[in-house]
C-alpha cells in the first residue's frame, strides 16, 4: 500500500486525488504544517525540501521500495505505474505535459505568492501584490483560452494536468483572483468538483 504524506492545501489535494481516481489503496499521513512536522528529520530524509506532499511506494521500480517527493513528478510515477491520467493519443499526453510543467513552474508559484503578499505579510507591499495578483489573474486567462476550446487541458480526456491545477483553481480567492470573470475556468472546477473520485479524496483530508 502506497503511504502518501500531506496536508489540505492546494498542492497537497493533488495526489490523494490521483489516488482515487486511479483506484490505489493509500495509507493518508497528515502532516501539522503549522506544527513544521515537514521540517523534522524523518520527513527531511524522505524529502529534504521539507514540503508536502510525498508518496512512499513498497511496490517501486523493479519491485523495490521508492520514495518520490514533487506534486509533478509523483503525478507523472502514478500515471506511469498505472497507465492512467494520461491521453494514449501522443498529441494529447504532450498537451498533458505542457498544462502540467505550466501548473508546476507558474500557476502554483504565482498563486502561491499572491496568497501570501496579499494575506501573510506583516505590513502590505503594494507592489508586491500587485505583480503575482496581475500574473495571477494572467495565468487563470490562459487556462480559460484553453477551456474555451477544451471540456479538460490535454483536450477531450481529464487527466493529471487538470488535477495539477485543480488544487489552486478551486481556491483562486487566496490569489485575489475572482473566478466568475472566467466561466469556462468556473465550469471546469465545478465539474471536477463533482468527480465521486475528487469528493472522496477531499473528504479524506478533512
Known amino acids: ?58 511496490d517501486g521500480p523493479a519491485g523495490q521500495p521508492i520514495s518520490v517527493f514533487e506534486s509533478g513528478a509523483i503525478l507523472l510515477y502514478l500515471a506511469q505505474k498505472t497507465a492512467g491520467l494520461l491521453p494514449d493519443n501522443a498529441s494529447a499526453r504532450w498537451r498533458a505535459m505542457e498544462y502540467l510543467f505550466l501548473q508546476v513552474s507558474a500557476v502554483g508559484p504565482m498563486f502561491g505568492q499572491a496568497g501570501w503578499f496579499l494575506r501573510s505579510t506583516a505590513q502590505p507591499i503594494p507592489v508586491a501584490v500587485e505583480r503575482y495578483r496581475s500574473e495571477s489573474v494572467r495565468l487563470t486567462g490562459v487556462l480559460e483560452a ?14 493529471l494536468a487538470d488535477i495539477s491545477h485543480y488544487g489552486w483553481l478551486r481556491v483562486v480567492d487566496y490569489a485575489g483572483v475572482e473566478l466568475s470573470r472566467f466561466p469556462a475556468v468556473q465550469d471546469w472546477v465545478a465539474r471536477i468538483s463533482a468527480r465521486p473520485a475528487v469528493q472522496r479524496a477531499l473528504a479524506r483530508l478533512q
Open 146 to 159: 484553453r477551456l474555451s476550446q477544451q471540456p479538460w487541458l490535454a483536450g477531450t480526456e481529464y487527466s
Open 1 to 58: 500500500m502506497i503511504e502518501l504524506y500531506t496536508a489540505n492545501t492546494p498542492n497537497g489535494v493533488k495526489i490523494p486525488i490521483a489516488l482515487e481516481e486511479l483506484g490505489l489503496d493509500y495509507r493518508l499521513i497528515t502532516l501539522n504544517l503549522a506544527a513544521g512536522e515537514q521540517k523534522r528529520p524523518a520527513f527531511l530524509a524522505l524529502n529534504p525540501n521539507g514540503r508536502i506532499p510525498v508518496i512512499v511506494d513498497p
